[in-house]
């Protein structure tokens, strides 16, 4: 009773002032004990992730770092582009496109694709697109392909075949030589065709320009019609290498 008589006896002010410096220890009280915490708690955390350099300094590697890290690690390799989208390609603007050059292609044993990288379907080889490739040994054209130019294949002198998709419409191929689908017209004998002699249908009806340019092994050219019918071939340009071979009508073929 005589502690109370004593706080009453006290003035107001003091008392006020006794209270605030009180709160304020208690705040200091609580505020150092919540950094003291925090410290600790980030030097744990600094033990499990930093990496201690030479000089004593923590460095700290994020998870996002740590992320970007692994998928360069784990990145796949570059796409070779250098095969058959390496052709050169002139879009229409209607969907379609040709193919105009052999661009950085490197394939030997190239094989025409039915749509342009960018999906234009390829439905044209323009003349002399691959004209001096000396490096394909075998041509595959796609169902696709509905015009093929003049002297696409002219000077690929390791040509030893033409391929062609049995679906197309307009050309088909005969033991490797590039014909129109009604076998009328001989389009292109490839340069380097195994054998020296060919035996020519009676079918055809011309012979396109600079389709038997350079052939390198043929000798004897051969034609089970008649020598009139032999003249009435139309053959078109740059196919003088028929001058230098035996020409043999009348043959008369092993049955």
Do not use: H, W
């Amino acid at each position: 009773m005589k502690l109370v008589e004593k706080i009453k006896s006290v003035p107001k002010k003091k008392l006020i002032i006794v209270g605030v410096l009180v709160v304020l220890i208690i705040a200091t009280v609580v505020i150092t004990f919540t950094v003291a915490n925090q410290r600790k708690n980030e030097s744990a955390l600094t033990g499990e992730q930093g990496d201690s350099s030479s000089d004593g300094i923590n460095v700290f590697k994020s998870d996002t770092q740590k992320d970007t890290s692994k998928v360069i690690d784990d990145t796949v390799e570059p796409i070779d582009m250098s095969g058959v989208n390496g052709l050169e390609y002139v879009s229409k603007g209607d969907g379609t496109c040709s193919i105009s050059g052999i661009g950085t292609c490197i394939s030997t044993e190239l094989k025409i694709p039915a749509y342009s990288p960018s999906g234009d379907i390829v439905t044209k080889i323009t003349d002399g697109a691959f004209s001096n490739c000396t490096e394909i040994l075998t041509i595959t054209i796609p169902a696709t392909i509905k015009t093929i130019g003049t002297g696409v294949f002219r000077g690929c002198s390791s040509l030893v075949s033409i391929n062609v998709d049995s679906e197309n419409s307009v050309y088909t191929s005969i033991g490797g030589v590039l014909m129109s689908k009604d076998k009328t017209v001989l389009v292109c004998f490839p340069m380097n065709k195994p054998g020296a002699n060919y035996l020519l249908s009676t079918d055809i009806k011309a012979v396109a320009a600079y389709a038997f340019e350079g052939a390198l092994n043929l000798k004897n050219l051969l034609y089970e019609g008649s020598i009139s019918d032999y003249q009435k071939i139309d053959f078109l340009m740059g196919n003088g290498t028929l001058d230098k071979v035996a020409i043999t009508c009348n043959y008369i073929s092993a049955k």
